[in-house]
């Protein structure tokens, strides 16, 4: 029997030959027995991932899936500074598992860094702040479900004006749209500007979603190459030349999947392009409340020709389905309100209430600085784990743009990192034009705790250690 009270099981070397194969799952089953039979009792610490594989004579991937696995099982836990924690007695097989509670239940056995989410509040008294607002918001539950005016109720627009001061706007409420989305507003934004077959800009690299609504109306996307500043300048005047798109679109802040953010510059560059050639520009400012000192809007240094869209979704929080559109002009609104009127109807007044009542009385803030300081905390973690010149990154953002070292491909590693317990996103669906890079792209956030991100970064730092052939050898 191993030492008490977290002290490190060193001798630790379970027999696998009687439980089988796979070694994953064997390793599982064999914690679980020796927890059944008092060899392992709880705070008592298994062996280090990689000390356990070379006693084992496995890779480290398979010692890491089988870890990810026992804790699947409920039988291990991995803390920071602690290492992998027995957690108690294994459960009796017959009867049925007792009910968790909500936050547990939903919780994935996947460290699921393939979803680009904020980090989840974790402070009790904040999250209790969120929920108050959300209480004081439903005393008038019968009127939030009933029809609103479109666009937005005048106290959603003042809020919206309040919040879209910080990014240094300001606009009049009649270029104002409240919407159900950064999607809907998007898709009203495009359909408005462009008809099938026409052509619009983005990004080399640039984000899903305008892949995907450009194929949805039948629009021909053109990636622009660029550099660590944005995109070039030039090489946008030369495609207007010779492909007259009708718009370009950017996610200029923390480009996802890159991380760039457009210098003041280089936007001003663009900008000179797009009004020497009347290119309308799409402002996807997802990310753009993340930095406290970023450049300048698109739509402060171009008012007259950018579409500018500010979700809530990154900043403070994916289920809140609301977003502002800030049209170029009183009269531009005009069709992209009756567009996300045919689509959408309106944006649903209890959610925007929420966002309403979170932005004045001081919880939007709230959240966004713990949206800030903990994507930072966990971009220290990833400086700390990934090896050196790989990942692309910026402190205030929450996912990382990794480029694979040889023999790595994207499709291998992305398979691999599965195996072992962690969704990543190969490098295809953000391409615009060219071939694929071979790189993936990891985000920090959603429902991973910062102790799921340590490990699952020291799982995918050893992999990048290995080779292809030797990480999936447990299969």
Request: with cysteine.
């Amino acid at each position: 029997m191993g030492n008490r009270e977290g002290s490190p099981v060193t001798g630790w070397t379970p027999d696998l030959a009687k439980f089988g194969r796979p070694h994953y799952r064997a390793i599982a089953d064999a914690i679980a027995e020796d927890i059944g039979a008092g060899r392992l009792a709880a705070s008592e610490r298994l062996p280090p991932q990689r000390q356990l594989a070379d006693a084992l004579g496995l890779n480290f991937s398979t010692v890491a899936r089988g870890y990810v696995e026992a804790q699947r099982r409920g039988l291990i836990a991995s803390r920071v500074g602690h290492g992998t924690v027995v957690t108690g007695r294994a459960a009796p097989a017959a009867p049925a598992a007792p009910a968790l509670p909500p936050a547990v239940r939903r919780r994935p056995a996947l460290v699921d860094f393939s979803m680009n989410l904020p980090p989840e509040p974790d402070d009790p008294a904040l999250v209790e702040r969120m929920r108050d607002g959300l209480a004081a918001v439903s005393a008038d539950l019968v009127g939030l479900l009933r029809y609103q005016g479109f666009g937005g109720a005048p106290d959603d627009k003042e809020a919206a004006l309040h919040w879209l001061s910080r990014r240094g706007l300001a606009v009049p409420a009649n270029r104002l749209l409240v919407c159900p989305g950064s999607h809907s507003a998007l898709l009203a934004t495009l359909s408005t500007l462009c008809r099938p077959g026409d052509v619009i800009c983005s990004e080399a690299l640039t984000y899903p979603g305008a892949r995907s609504l450009a194929a949805h109306l039948g629009l021909t996307l053109v990636g622009l190459p660029g550099d660590d500043e944005g995109i070039d300048a030039a090489a946008f005047a030369a495609t207007c030349v010779r492909h007259r798109p009708k718009a370009l679109y950017l996610n200029p802040t923390l480009l996802n999947p890159t991380t760039v953010t457009v210098s003041r510059a280089r936007r001003e560059a663009i900008v000179a392009v797009a009004r020497r050639y009347a290119v309308a520009i799409i402002e996807d400012d997802a990310y753009g409340f993340l930095p406290p000192d970023g450049p300048p809007t698109f739509s402060a240094l171009a008012p007259e020709t950018t579409y500018h869209v500010a979700g809530l979704a990154k900043c403070l929080g994916a289920g809140l389905r609301i977003a502002y559109l800030v049209a170029p002009s009183a009269r531009a609104a005009l069709p992209l309100a009756a567009s996300l009127r045919a689509a959408t109807v309106m944006a649903s007044p209890l959610t925007a209430a929420v966002a309403t009542r979170w932005i004045l009385d001081g919880t939007a803030d709230a959240v966004l600085d713990f949206v800030r300081r903990e994507s930072t905390a966990r971009q220290r973690l990833a400086l700390a784990a990934l090896p050196p010149g790989l990942a692309e990154a910026d402190p205030h953002g929450f996912h990382i743009w990794m480029r694979l070292p040889e023999p790595w491909s994207r499709s291998a590693f992305a398979s691999q990192s599965r195996s072992t317990g962690i969704g990543v996103v190969a490098s295809d669906p953000f391409v615009a034009t060219g071939p694929a890079p071979e790189a993936v792209r990891i985000c920090l956030g959603g429902l991973a705790s910062r102790d799921d991100v340590a490990h699952a970064l020291d799982v995918i730092a050893h992999a990048l250690d290995e080779t292809p052939a030797m990480s999936s050898a447990f299969i």
